[in-house]
């Protein structure tokens, strides 16, 4: 790997943006909602693939195999936006999910190897 100059990263630096980072968790219900299914992680699965074709939530990323984390996403939203958004997701009113929101920086362009 190449050694990056301190102007150059610095260069990269400058480019970075906000970002809104979501953490979701299992919640109290979650157990309820598998028991029958997953109606609600379903729901839940189906606004998030509209919010990233809208353009909101750039980034999606399921977590498998965890007993307490269930994603990450990457909003293009303010923290306050996030958490209106993620306060009316289907899965956080019925409590199978929770989550919390945290700023972040990220680049843009940036994108998950196809």
Not at 29 to 48: F, L, M, S, T, V
Not at 88 to 107: N, W
Request: charged share 30%; glycine share 10%.
């Amino acid at each position: 790997m190449a050694e990056e100059s301190h102007a150059k990263i610095s260069g990269h630096l400058r480019k970075a943006r906000d970002y809104t980072i979501l953490i979701l968790k299992r919640g109290p219900r979650y157990q309820a909602d598998a028991q029958n299914g997953k109606p609600i992680i379903w729901e839940h699965g189906k606004r998030n693939m509209s919010l990233r074709e809208d353009g909101v939530l750039s980034v999606i990323c399921p977590i498998v195999g965890d007993e307490e984390y269930t994603g990450i996403g990457v909003f293009n939203r303010t923290i306050e936006e996030a958490r209106r958004i993620m306060d009316d997701d289907p899965a956080v009113k019925a409590r199978v999910l929770t989550y919390s929101v945290h700023a972040g920086k990220g680049f843009p362009g940036d994108m998950l190897p196809a």
